[in-house]
């Protein structure tokens, strides 16, 4: 079996409302029992920290109905869409059912991948519930990649010796520097479970990794990080392309680890500012947003894959706002 790599592309485009598109480019050699299998062509649209308050903050509301229109006038229509997580703020089973009235209105399927903001009021309890099914860690195929959504939210348990309330809680998980807060984790259980799911899959198979955080040592003091990464990189390493994609950051940032690539998502609630430090080396950056903008530093990403290719395209607002706004 003979593969060729092209090698990862990158370049900036600051015109046409599309700011960054970012392939990740593999070819299969002719020899290749992948060609002749040959992953299919398809395009997925990502979704993510739309942080939906109710009605106690309906602009966060319009912005999320602003990426589905987009998605919805898409042609073709993406065969799924993901939202990376924090679909809510606060947690509470009212705000969960305020997003299920709002994501309605997508209309391809949709997956979901749990966020800080998803979890910790009741620990996950209304997000594996009817609103939103997926009990992550998941996998599943579709047209020759291997799809995994991973639970990249755990935390070390600060709350039941200090007796807080659900909505304690809930504040510190959702504080970025909380000093009580720590570091994510997969877990040892996920690593086992990642491991198994792993060891069914051909080595030639693209593999599309969804993940809140950003699956590597980003930026600590704001917990843009996952501490057991490198154990899950260990493991995705053998295979000739990962592409993994995560929210959580709320503005774009792309890295490169060992031939894996990553990709975060916008978000449609509000952008945060780049760290001093951390920013990967030859991560392309968003502009600084204009806060009298409605949609500023806001967007979703739009992705194509097939014969093993890979390719992001971040839609920023700033640029280029949603029609309709
Ligand atoms: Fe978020
Ligand atoms: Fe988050």
Redesign the pocket.
């Known amino acids: 079996m003979i593969i060729t790599r092209r090698g990862f592309l990158q370049k900036t485009l600051l015109a046409g409302g599309a700011l960054l598109v970012l392939p990740a480019i593999r070819s299969i050699g002719s020899g290749s029992s992948l060609q002749a299998a040959g992953p299919e062509s398809f395009r997925f649209a990502i979704i993510g920290?739309s942080h939906l308050m109710g009605k106690k903050n309906p602009r966060l509301k319009l912005r999320l109905e602003a990426a589905i229109r987009e998605i919805n006038s898409l042609a073709p229509q993406p065969d799924f869409v993901i939202h990376l997580?924090?679909a809510v703020h606060d947690g509470t089973p009212e705000q969960f059912q305020y997003f299920a009235e709002t994501i309605t209105q997508l209309k391809p399927k949709i997956y979901f991948v749990p966020?800080?903001?998803d979890w910790y009021f009741d620990m996950g309890e209304t997000y594996r519930s009817v609103f939103i099914k997926g009990n992550a860690p998941y996998s599943f195929n579709h047209k020759g990649y291997h799809l995994i959504i991973l639970n990249g939210i755990g935390l070390n348990d600060y709350w039941t010796g200090r007796k807080l309330t659900p909505q304690q809680r809930m504040e510190i998980a959702g504080t970025l520097n909380h000093p009580l807060q720590g570091p994510f984790r997969l877990g040892k259980e996920q690593l086992a479970w990642l491991q198994k799911d792993l060891s069914g899959v051909g080595r030639e198979t693209p593999l599309l990794i969804f993940i809140?955080?950003p699956l590597y040592h980003y930026y600590r003091p704001w917990n843009f990080w996952v501490e057991d990464a490198p154990e899950a990189h260990l493991l995705l390493k053998p295979f000739q392309s990962v592409s993994v994609f995560h929210?959580?950051v709320h503005h774009t940032v792309q890295n490169e680890i060992d031939r894996m690539k990553f990709f975060s998502t916008l978000s449609t609630s509000w952008p945060y500012p780049y760290p001093d430090t951390g920013v990967p080396k030859g991560s392309a950056k968003m502009p600084r947003p204009g806060p009298s903008n409605f949609y500023d530093g806001l967007g979703w990403s739009q992705n194509s894959a097939g014969n093993g290719d890979m390719t992001h395209q971040d839609i920023l607002w700033t640029l280029t706002p949603p029609e309709g706004s």
Do not use: K, R
């Open positions: 920290d997580g924090d966020g800080e903001h809140h955080p929210g959580h």
